[in-house]
Every structure is written in C-alpha cells, then in structure tokens.
C-alpha cells in the first residue's frame, strides 16, 4: 500500500442485512409484548353489574305477571257479574207479577179462569226473558230420536208416529246459546202395534 493509500482510508458501509435483522427483532420483541385489557377487577365488576340488572329485569317480569293475574280474575268476577245482572234485571218484574198473581188468589171474589189466564201471562213473561239470553226449548215429539238431545224413558207403540221417533215429552228439556242443559225426556215409538190375532184359527186379522 503506498503512503496516499494510507492517508485517505476508504470509508467503511454497515451492511444493510445487519440492520434489518435488527429493526425485525425490535419489531418482534414489540409485537409480542400482550396488549393492555380490564384488570380482573375490572371484569368482577362489570359481572356482578349485569346481574344485578338481570335480577333487576327478573323481579319486575314476576311482578308483572302477579299483576296480570289479579287483573284477569278481577275481568273474569266483573264480566260474571255483569251478565248475571243482566239476567236478574229481566227476571225480576216476572217475580213481581208472580207476587201479584200469589196476592190475587187470596182475594175473597178470585177467579180461578181469570187467575189461569194471569198464570199464563207470567209464564210467557218468563219464558221471553230466558229466550232473550240464549235459552231455548227442545221440542222433540214427532221428531226422530237423538240421543244428544233427547233421553228415552220408556217406548211403546204408535199408529201415527214412526218408529224411533218421539212419540210423546215427558219433560221439556232446553239448549243454552245451542249447547244442550238439560235432555228432554221422551217416549220413543215403536212403530205401528202388531195386530192381533184371531182366536178362533190363529190369524192375524
């Protein structure tokens, strides 16, 4: 080397790869350092909020639903009772003319036709302000027989009634807005009577 070699030394360059390796491994050592969250503390407490608010929400459902309930048996009690003093309202002027007609009988001069004729007023008073809620008559005679409605006590025969047909009611029965309350109790034809035979050569005449 010459003395103007030595004089002027040639700068040295780092080498590129060392200071990539090195920014890399900075940038590692970063990323892998965990990144700051809640403390558990934190996390506790913010636990025991949610379910002191979902307590909160439990209690006032079950208070609502009590309410409810209260609410539908006092609709339940208040709709009974308004429709049962609907009824009372048309029955009770049939009990007053009942009390007149009972006061009448005892009248020195009563007469039995006219009270009969009062007696019959009354009953179709009363029998008008039951069809007027929803009750009816089952009429069955002359009808064929349905054990839905009709409850056969007995059967015998008939010329002018069909067999399995209602010969005759023995007590009325009644439907309510159409469901049966009480069947009509009936006697059920047996069709026409067997004639009857001639002693002297066995014949049926």
Do not use: W
Not at 69 to 89: G, P, Q, S, W, Y
Not at 165 to 194: D, F, I, M, Q, W
Request: glycine fraction near 6%; proline fraction near 7%.
């Amino acid at each position: 080397m010459s003395q103007a070699d030595s004089a002027n030394p040639t700068p040295v360059t780092p080498e590129p790869a060392a200071d990539a390796a090195a920014t890399g491994a900075a940038a590692g050592a970063a990323s892998a350092a965990p990144a700051a969250g809640p403390s558990p503390e934190e996390l506790v407490a913010a636990a025991k909020k949610e379910a002191a608010d979902n307590y909160e929400r439990y209690l006032r459902s079950v208070a609502d639903l009590d309410n409810y309930r209260k609410r539908a048996v006092r609709d339940r009690e208040d709709a009974a009772h308004r429709a049962a003093t609907r009824i009372l309202e048309d029955l009770i002027p049939v009990l007053d003319n009942l009390g007149h007609a009972l006061n009448a009988t005892k009248a020195a001069n009563a007469d039995l036709k006219s009270l009969s004729g009062g007696v019959e007023m009354i009953a179709s008073q009363l029998k008008g302000a039951l069809s007027s809620h929803g009750l009816a008559e089952v009429v069955p005679v002359g009808k064929p027989f349905d054990p839905n409605l009709h409850e056969a006590i007995s059967q015998q025969a008939s010329a002018e009634v069909p067999a399995d047909h209602v010969a005759a009611c023995v007590r009325t029965g009644y439907t309510l807005n159409g469901r049966l309350v009480r069947a009509a109790s009936v006697v059920v034809s047996t069709g026409k009577p067997e004639k009857p035979a001639d002693p002297a050569n066995g014949v049926v005449v």
